[in-house]
């Protein structure tokens, strides 16, 4: 049986991925900064310092979070040194922003000692929280700062240079997230429905088409009525949260962590789709992009009916088209995805109390390199490895995302057994 939570060479080709995305970003932000300050776009300037700040601010308080979580687990231990130093200053160093840099630095040296023939299963956990908060990164900084520049090449009617390597790099931050978090959903997988990289492919093609065309509405909209979008934004993120509520989210260990979670996910449904709630997601899907193909569609019917034709004429005629053409691409790729990529089958991850002692609680320091989960249709009781971590909060999204396919029936929790340990 093939191993389910091995550390392989991908996974740290990701993690020096997302290194290198992340001082390449940074340096992007300080040239975009030094641009607009030079030029006197201090309201540009204005606006990607807080958009920069504020998705710093927001990442580093559901790291510290999880992190201060982790160190109470019984028999936690720090792996390497640069750990150590979190354990001991942790709150000082995401205080003054440095908790995600640190995580890095976990992460390469877990995974190394991984590869070298050291145990899998703490740096697949660390590397599983550097997933989730990429993620959050990218919906509240990268894309944001996106449509930011966007805006300004429409407004300006041209693209500058520094302009367009942001544009380019959000771009490279989004795709690099996206795939990621998608990978790091695929290791909940056993191993007979493990997928190949063209799964990744489809669903980051899939996500990209549908958030081009929103990125785009949102943009133009800006560029005619600039003080109104601030308002849209708003409302709408206040009502998406509410919807986040009602689906009773329990992503978080406490009330007020759990209602920064759902402001998080209201965030990323501004720009596209987030499964937040177990069980059959196609009428919520389907709610989801109806609604956000009707608010795109007043955006733009906004944008083209306070446009100056003197200046848009030249690219209204086929951006408009395409615009329509990459949302229908997206929706028919997502599709396509569910029908030939999504498991067919899905035994979800225990949450019972009992699992939660075995997987939820357990030392971290005496992890183990593999677990598989497989659906047995036997009887007796199951055996459960003492040193098996999972890290619980993907599992919670993986759970999510894989609870829209069908699920075996008359299965218990001693149905499932973990035999695969190495």
């Known amino acids: 049986m093939e191993d389910r939570f091995k550390y392989s060479c991908l996974d740290f080709f990701m993690t020096l991925f997302g290194v290198v995305s992340f001082f390449f970003d940074l340096g992007a932000d300080i040239w975009t900064a030094v641009e607009f300050y030079l030029e006197g776009h201090y309201h540009w300037l204005g606006v990607q310092l807080s958009l920069f700040f504020l998705s710093s601010v927001l990442v580093h308080i559901f790291s510290w979070i999880w992190f201060s979580n982790d160190t109470l687990e019984p028999g936690f231990k720090s792996e390497t040194r640069t750990e150590g130093w979190m354990v001991k200053y942790g709150f000082v160093f995401h205080i003054f922003q440095l908790g995600l840099p640190l995580r890095y630095m976990v992460a390469i040296e877990l995974g190394r000692m991984a590869l070298k ?32 520049m966007v805006y300004i090449v429409i407004q300006n009617n041209k693209a500058e240079i520094f302009l367009c390597v942001k544009i380019a790099l959000c771009l490279f931050a989004i795709t690099g997230s996206v795939v990621d978090y998608h990978r790091s959903l695929r290791s909940f997988l056993p191993g007979k429905s493990k997928l190949g990289c063209s799964s990744s492919v489809v669903y980051f093609l899939w996500n990209l088409l549908l958030i081009s065309p929103r990125v785009g509405a949102v943009a133009l909209f800006t560029s005619v009525l600039p003080p109104y979008i601030a308002l849209h ?64 569609s007043i955006l733009l019917g906004t944008w083209y009916w306070y446009r100056d034709p003197l200046v848009t004429d030249q690219y209204v005629l086929p951006l408009l088209p395409a615009l329509l053409a990459s949302y229908l691409l997206g929706l028919l790729l997502k599709t396509i995805y569910y029908k030939l990529f999504h498991p067919k089958i899905w035994q979800p991850l225990p949450d019972t109390e009992e699992s939660n002692l075995q997987m939820r609680c357990l030392p971290i320091s005496e992890s183990s390199d593999s677990l598989d989960i497989h659906a047995d249709f036997r009887s007796g009781p199951t055996v459960y490895p003492s040193s098996v971590v999972v890290n619980k909060r993907m599992r919670t999204l993986a759970n999510n995302f894989y609870s829209s396919a069908s699920t075996p029936r008359n299965l218990t929790l001693n149905e499932i057994e973990m035999d695969s340990l190495v």
């Open 117 to 148: 023939g050291g145990q899998s299963g703490h740096a697949i956990y660390r590397t599983c929280d550097l997933s989730m908060l990429r993620l959050f990164e990218t919906f509240s900084e990268s894309t944001p700062q996106l449509t930011l």
């Open 233 to 296: 934004f708003l409302l709408l993120w206040a009502a998406l949260l509410l919807w986040a509520w009602a689906q009773h989210t329990d992503f978080m260990d406490s009330g007020p962590g759990e209602w920064l979670y759902r402001a998080m996910v209201a965030l990323i449904w501004y720009f596209s789709w987030f499964n937040v709630a177990e069980g059959k997601t196609m009428g919520r899907s389907l709610i989801y992009h109806i609604f956000m193909a009707v608010d795109s």
